[in-house]
């Protein structure tokens, strides 16, 4: 009897392993379909979240439109600029007690300040159109390819009187050039400081009309993201996110665009555009 | 099998059993109690090794300018005048000064500084770059944007500037490391001015940005032409001490 029990228990277990292997075979299986199709993604997906976008409507893919623009370079100057919603992805920026995320509300920020430059007719490139978080390297690149351009990063800060704005523009840097006359990468900004300021002063301008408190000229500070940026840059911050109500930051991007359409818009005939991207100016 | 070699089995997994489903919960529980226990002593260990450098009372006291924000939500700073017992020895005496000031002002909303950051090391160079090293928490407990992060690091510079003449730079390493960003605005991978009267780098051909709060050095406004500026700078590498001089 007790032999009985044990063959029934052995025929048990030997199907068990062979019902849990089966399974296993069809796990591996089922995960491997989406590993294979994700593996084939890549080569369409990751140069569109890494690689900057062009405006819509504008010319497409920004090599397209950056070839269809130099041939107009030479006559109209300042023509592209490019709008960098700081943050993203794993790096939400600063974050309200009431859940607002900074790299949430740049972004909706960028669509607005987007739609103010190109009635301005200026092309505009973003360094994302979506919940990446470009290095800052990366985001320079995208500015430094381009000719012609001015950079503005938008981010909204912790702290500051709600309700204003401020434009910053990058602290002294030392270098200019190396001995073959290239611009240094990691000081790239230095040669355009004095442009950044004139561009940052009339922005900021136009804020101060629009935001009461708000300072009358442009800031400098060490900002990291302005510093490898070969084109004349500023930083927009807008305070803050400690407000209760979303709506009240929401409230302020129209006046935040205009400011900048406007900005840029004045600081065009300014601004003579070096002959090859990221030379000097 | 007998039955009675059966019950003697079944038994003795019971009481097995049993015996597991009481212990269980009391070595779970002296686990959870050694962990918290070598957390805690860890975290003594550190406060130890991070002990702030205790003012002496026999040094002489001397009046010092302590930078912190003007009021809640402005951006601008205003000195505090303390009189403290500080050390001449020009390290000593940062260590005493950015200690004080970490601790604060009174009124806390006036902070510049996270209240849980530590100065974990200081050191001043022989050519007066000075290299403060603090603990993680500047980084992460510091609200996150250019003007918050900004207001930081100017307390800072400008309480060094007020009180320890010997220091003209200053570098700002986070847990020993240098990184990139303060919380991901500030640029810290170069040094900042502190002394303003230091003979400075070479100055941009393009206009001077004015500071926040800083008047710029009159040696800034004079101009070089490129070929003496492109010497200078030739040699430098990127992401090295020196590569960038940023005046706060």
Request: charged share 15%; aromatic share 4%; net charge neutral.
């Given at each position: ?8 228990f ?7 392993i062979?019902?849990?292997s089966v399974?296993v075979?069809?796990a591996?299986?089922v995960?491997?379909?989406?590993t ?5 993604q890549?080569?369409?997906g990751v140069?569109a ?6 405006s819509p ?5 920004v ?8 041939a107009?370079?030479?006559?109209s100057g300042?023509?592209i ?6 943050h993203?992805?794993?790096?939400p ?5 009431g ?8 972004l909706?920020f960028a ?11 200026f092309?505009?490139?973003?360094t994302?159109?979506?919940n990446?978080?470009p290095?800052?390297?990366d985001r320079s690149t995208?500015a430094?390819a381009q000719r012609g351009?001015v ?7 912790s702290?500051?009187?709600?309700g204003t ?9 030392p270098a ?8 240094p990468?990691d000081r790239?900004?230095?040669p ?12 900021q301008?136009?804020?101060a009309?629009?935001f009461?408190g708000s300072?009358d000229?442009a800031q400098s500070?060490s900002v990291?993201?302005l ?11 807008v ?11 929401d409230?302020m ?5 205009d400011?900048?359409?406007?900005g840029?818009?004045a600081f ?6 070096p002959?090859?991207p990221?030379?000097?100016? | 099998?007998?039955p ?7 038994g003795g ?6 015996a597991?489903a009481?212990?269980f919960?009391?070595?779970r529980?002296?686990?959870k ?8 002593s860890?975290e003594?260990?550190?406060r130890e090794l991070?002990?702030?450098?205790a ?10 300018k302590l930078f912190?924000?003007?009021?809640a939500?402005?951006?601008t700073?205003?000195p505090?005048?303390a ?9 000593l005496r ?5 200690n ?12 510049t500084?996270p ?6 090391a ?6 007066g ?5 603090f603990?993680?928490a500047?980084?992460t407990s510091?609200p996150?944007?250019?003007v ?9 510079t ?10 003209q730079?200053?570098?700002?390493l986070?847990h020993?490391q240098e990184?990139e ?6 640029d ?7 002394n ?17 709060d ?14 003496v500026l ?5 040699d430098?590498a ?7 001089e940023?005046r706060?």
């Amino acid at each position: 009897m007790l032999l009985r029990v044990s063959n029934i228990f052995r025929m048990k277990f030997l199907s068990l392993i062979g019902l849990l292997s089966v399974s296993v075979l069809a796990a591996v299986l089922v995960s491997a379909s989406p590993t294979l199709s994700q593996a084939q993604q890549p080569s369409p997906g990751v140069p569109a979240a890494t690689s900057p976008t062009a405006s819509p409507g504008l010319g497409g893919a920004v090599g397209t439109a950056a070839s269809a623009f130099g041939a107009q370079t030479q006559q109209s100057g300042l023509n592209i600029v490019v709008l960098d919603p700081a943050h993203g992805g794993t790096d939400p920026g600063a974050r309200g007690t009431g859940g607002i995320r900074e790299s949430e509300i740049v972004l909706d920020f960028a669509v607005q300040v987007r739609r103010a430059l190109e009635l301005q007719g200026f092309q505009v490139v973003q360094t994302r159109q979506g919940n990446e978080n470009p290095s800052f390297d990366d985001r320079s690149t995208t500015a430094n390819a381009q000719r012609g351009a001015v950079f503005v990063t938008l981010h909204i800060s912790s702290t500051g009187l709600p309700g204003t704005a401020r434009v910053y523009v990058n602290s002294d840097l030392p270098a200019v050039a190396n001995a073959s006359g290239l611009i240094p990468w990691d000081r790239a900004q230095a040669p355009f400081l004095g442009l950044s300021k004139s561009f940052g002063d009339l922005v900021q301008g136009f804020l101060a009309q629009r935001f009461k408190g708000s300072p009358d000229t442009a800031q400098s500070a060490s900002v990291r993201q302005l510093r490898t940026t070969a084109a004349p840059a500023i930083a927009v911050e807008v305070s803050s996110v400690t407000v209760e109500d979303r709506a009240d930051l929401d409230r302020m991007a129209p006046g935040v665009a205009d400011a900048i359409a406007r900005g840029a818009a004045a600081f065009r005939p300014s601004y003579v555009v070096p002959s090859a991207p990221g030379a000097l100016p | 099998m007998t039955p009675s070699w059966r019950f003697w089995l079944i038994g003795g997994l019971v009481v097995a059993v049993l015996a597991a489903a009481i212990y269980f919960p009391i070595l779970r529980r002296r686990v959870k109690r050694a962990a918290r226990l070598q957390q805690q002593s860890e975290e003594q260990a550190r406060r130890e090794l991070t002990q702030p450098i205790a003012i002496n009372p026999g040094e002489p006291r001397v009046k010092a300018k302590l930078f912190w924000a003007a009021d809640a939500i402005d951006s601008t700073l205003v000195p505090v005048t303390a009189e403290l017992p500080l050390s001449n020895d020009p390290v000593l005496r940062s260590k005493q000064i950015l200690n004080t000031l970490l601790a604060g002002p009174v009124d806390t909303e006036l902070r510049t500084l996270p209240p849980d950051a530590l100065l974990l090391a200081f050191y001043l160079l022989p050519d007066g770059t000075a290299i403060a090293d603090f603990s993680e928490a500047l980084a992460t407990s510091i609200p996150s944007g250019i003007v918050s992060e900004q207001l930081a690091v100017n307390s800072i510079t400008r309480t060094l500037e007020a009180n320890v003449p010997q220091v003209q730079r200053l570098k700002i390493l986070i847990h020993g490391q240098e990184v990139e960003t303060l919380a991901g605005h500030l640029d810290l991978t170069g040094t900042f001015v502190v002394n303003t009267n230091v003979a400075q780098e070479p100055p941009n051909p393009a206009p001077t940005p004015a500071g926040t709060d800083k008047p710029a050095s009159p040696a800034r406004a004079a101009k070089a032409p490129a070929s003496v500026l492109a010497t200078l700078t030739a040699d430098k590498a990127p992401g090295k001490l020196g590569q960038t001089e940023s005046r706060p």
